[in-house]
């Protein structure tokens, strides 16, 4: 029963338990369900050392317009595990957050991964415009086909309008309304 010692007035024989493949197993749930709930969570390892510079969670906003962020910079002056201590660099005020709480500020001098996207971003650009440019040479001679692939429906005036003329149909066939007439048919007379 797992691992207790059962009290009793009978003697019996201490038998020895070999719980190792129940631990390893335990284990190994463990680690898929920190795997998996890692992964729906998205988390992530924090990159965030000793000396950077970083912003810090607001932990109760003033009104619904402010940042997340207080603009202001806290450097980070000792870091142990998840538990940061950030110093403040105008007042100097040293506070204790977590990592989750805490933005790192990117430094000027890391342009790399700013230049790799803006790289990217010419290079697909470029692309677009080649590609443009051939379908454009190639279709050049061809008209554009409007046809629509779906079909449409069938348009018509409802029944309950069928013994009604309108006026635009009535100048067309060259009626003359009677007076009082309601643009019913039988109101129409023909010259």
């Known amino acids: ?3 207790r010692r059962i009290k009793g007035r009978l003697p019996r024989v201490p038998a020895s338990i070999d719980d190792e493949s ?3 197993f335990d284990n190994l749930q463990k680690a898929k369900g920190k795997l998996y ?3 729906k969570r998205h988390a992530e390892h924090s990159d ?3 000396g950077d510079r970083v912003l810090v969670k607001r932990m109760k906003k003033d009104h619904k317009l402010q940042t997340d962020f207080a603009p202001e910079e806290f450097q980070v002056i000792h870091k142990k595990g998840s538990d940061t201590t950030v110093r403040s660099s105008l007042s100097g005020k040293e506070f204790r957050r977590n990592v989750t709480h805490l933005k790192k500020v990117p430094d000027s001098n890391d342009k790399t991964s700013d230049d790799k996207d803006d790289e990217r971003v010419q290079n697909n650009e470029h ?3 080649e590609e443009n440019a051939q379908h454009s040479t190639t279709n050049a001679g061809s008209l554009p086909q409007t046809e629509d692939s779906r079909g449409k429906r069938k348009r018509r005036e409802p029944v309950r309008y069928d013994d009604y003329v309108p006026y635009y149909v ?3 066939i ?3 309304v009677a007076s009082g007439s309601t643009g019913y048919r039988q109101d129409i007379v023909m010259d």
């Open 127 to 129: 692309q677009l415009m």
């Open 48 to 50: 965030i050392q000793e």
């Open 22 to 24: 129940v631990r390893d």
């Open 37 to 39: 709930s890692d992964k």
């Open 1 to 3: 029963m797992f691992g």
């Open 174 to 176: 060259g009626g003359v």
């Open 170 to 172: 009535e100048e067309a």
